[in-house]
T-cell receptor
C-alpha cells in the first residue's frame, strides 16, 4: 500500500506557482521522498527527490518539513504543459509504490 | 540521462494468444527492473520485480504463470502475457533503477488491447 496521502485534484492558473502537498507521516529514516508526474498515456517522469533537506532543480523545488512527515512540491511558474497527475512516493530503490496522486490542471 | 525503452508502444491481440513486451535500459545496466500495470483512471500497480539471472518476484495476486517475466541480460527484461483475455487489457509500464537513490526511470508504456 502507498505510504502517502495527496489531494485528488488541484487547479492552478498559468504562470502562477503550483504547490502540491503530500503527507507521509509513517516515513522511515532511510526512505526518500520522490516526486513523479504522468502525462496522459505516458510513463511517469522523474521530477525531484530528497531525504531531509529542501531540494531544487530546473523543474521544481521540494520542501520537506523538519519532522519529514510531509512535503510540498513547488512548480514555480506553471504552464499548460504541466497539467498531469503528480505522484509523491516514499521509499527507496527496493520498493516504490504509487498512491492515487494529485491531478493538477493548469488553466489559462 | 538514463533512458528505458519499451516496445511495442501499443498492441492489439486476440483472446487466447500471447503477447511479449520488451523493456530495455539504454546506456546503463539494470540488474533490477520493475513491471507495473495501470488501468484507466487508476494509479500504477506494481506487478513484479525482475532480477537479472534469477526468478522474478511477483506481488500478491499477480499470476506468475500468466505474466511470464524473463530478465536474461543486464539491459533487457521481457513480460509475456500468456493466454490473454480482455480483462488483461491495460497499460503496462516497466522501470529500472538508473543510479543510487535517484529513483526509477520509466519506459513509455505499452497499451495492450485484447479483443
Amino acid at each position: 500500500d502507498a505510504k502517502t496521502t495527496q489531494p485528488p485534484s488541484m487547479d492552478c492558473a498559468e504562470g502562477r506557482a503550483a504547490n502540491l502537498p503530500c503527507n507521509h507521516s509513517t516515513i522511515s529514516g532511510n526512505e526518500y521522498v520522490y516526486w513523479y508526474r504522468q502525462i496522459h498515456s505516458q510513463g511517469p517522469q522523474y521530477i525531484i527527490h530528497g531525504l531531509k533537506n529542501n531540494e531544487t532543480n530546473e523543474m521544481a523545488s521540494l520542501i520537506i518539513t523538519e519532522d519529514r512527515k510531509s512535503s510540498t512540491l513547488i512548480l514555480p511558474h506553471a504552464t499548460l504543459r504541466d497539467t498531469a497527475v503528480y505522484y509523491c512516493i516514499v521509499g527507496n530503490n527496493n520498493d516504490m509504490r504509487f498512491g492515487a496522486g494529485t491531478r493538477l490542471t493548469v488553466k489559462p | 540521462g538514463a533512458v528505458v525503452s519499451q516496445h511495442p508502444s501499443r498492441v492489439i491481440c486476440k483472446s487466447g494468444t500471447s503477447v511479449k513486451i520488451e523493456c530495455r535500459s539504454l546506456d546503463f545496466q539494470a540488474t533490477t527492473m520493475f513491471w507495473y500495470r495501470q488501468f484507466p483512471k487508476q494509479s500504477l500497480m506494481l506487478m513484479a520485480t525482475s532480477n537479472e539471472g534469477s526468478k522474478a518476484t511477483y506481488e500478491q495476486g499477480v499470476e506468475k504463470d500468466k505474466f511470464l517475466i524473463n530478465h536474461a541480460s543486464l539491459t533487457l527484461s521481457t513480460l509475456t502475457v500468456t493466454s490473454a483475455h480482455p480483462e488483461d487489457s491495460s497499460f503496462y509500464i516497466c522501470s529500472a533503477i538508473y543510479r543510487g537513490n535517484y529513483g526509477y526511470t520509466f519506459g513509455s508504456g505499452t497499451r495492450l488491447t485484447v479483443v
